[in-house]
């Protein structure tokens, strides 16, 4: 993957019969892969032995997962680079200075890595990333609170569900052969495709005002969005003899502790 970060990618990416080493696209032979298994690769896909499926997909995978986490070189694929397919603008820098500030680096990665799963789940089930100034596309239910689009990473991915059990290598190939993945999690993607398709996902709640928050309409509606409201004193600067001042205020609380 750091190969393919620092490498440009030919439009008939991944090609294992090219021998021909190149500084400007990815070559195939530092993958040192047996020479078995690369005497029955084929360019006709009816033909492709399932072990080149399998690679070829988590290949592919590599490439959009190296996207979303600061790739800086580009795309070539006849299928079109991922950030053009998901209408994405990465922001390098704010990427690379995510990566500096943790700890966990792998954690990241894998929380960008699930964010590529959230999106073709949500493309199965037509919620597409809106990217127009009006929401046009996305067919807002303002009274129900309902979207049909993505638009911000942390409130509308999260709200899509993947399989717990569901493998790292199976989130490299979905997105490019869906068919190879395990019953169990076709299953269940099938399923939250379904959810998806009938309930869309909420809208961001956006900046409540107190006086919303006080409202019995408003409060009933949150509800029944999984959270509640609460009276909190929270701080509020200080007074002229520089101690601090607390405010009571009215807050939301999750019902369900694990969607904070």
Request: proline residues 2%; negative net charge.
């Given at each position: 993957m750091d190969y393919i970060r620092c490498s440009s990618i030919s439009s008939d990416f991944?090609?294992?019969?090219?021998?021909?080493?190149s500084s400007e696209l990815f070559n195939a032979n530092i993958l040192n892969l047996p020479t078995q298994e690369q005497q029955q690769f084929s360019t006709n896909n009816d033909t492709k032995t399932l072990f080149q499926r399998n690679l070829e997909a988590a290949m592919h995978g590599a490439v959009d997962l190296a996207a979303v986490a600061g790739g800086y070189n580009e795309d070539l694929r006849e299928k079109g680079s991922y950030e053009h397919r998901y209408k994405l603008n990465i922001d390098n820098q704010r990427i690379k200075i995510a990566f500096e500030r943790t700890d966990s680096p792998i954690t990241q990665l894998t929380e960008l890595l699930d964010n590529n799963v959230r999106r073709l789940i949500a493309k199965l089930a037509g919620i597409n990333t809106c990217t127009y100034p009006k929401h046009l596309l996305c067919m807002p239910d303002i009274k129900n609170g309902?979207?049909?689009?993505?638009?911000?990473?942390?409130?509308?991915?999260n709200q899509i569900k993947i399989l717990e059990n569901m493998t790292l290598?199976?989130?490299?190939?979905?997105?490019?052969?869906?068919?190879?993945l395990s019953q169990t999690t076709l299953d269940a993607i099938n399923i939250e495709v379904a959810r998806l398709i009938e309930n869309g996902l909420?809208?961001?709640?956006?900046?409540?005002?107190?006086?919303?928050?006080?409202?019995?309409?408003?409060?009933?509606v949150l509800n029944e969005r999984g959270f509640d409201v609460i009276n909190e004193s929270r701080h509020r600067g200080y007074n002229l003899n520089g101690?601090?001042?607390?405010?009571?205020?009215?807050v939301l609380e999750s019902l369900n502790k694990s969607n904070v």
């Open positions: 991944p090609n294992f019969n090219d021998g021909e080493l309902v979207i049909r689009g993505i638009h911000s990473t942390w409130n509308d991915l290598l199976e989130k490299m190939q979905c997105e490019h052969d869906f068919k190879i909420q809208m961001s709640l956006g900046t409540l005002t107190q006086d919303t928050l006080k409202s019995d309409a408003a409060r009933k101690d601090k001042q607390y405010q009571d205020m009215l």
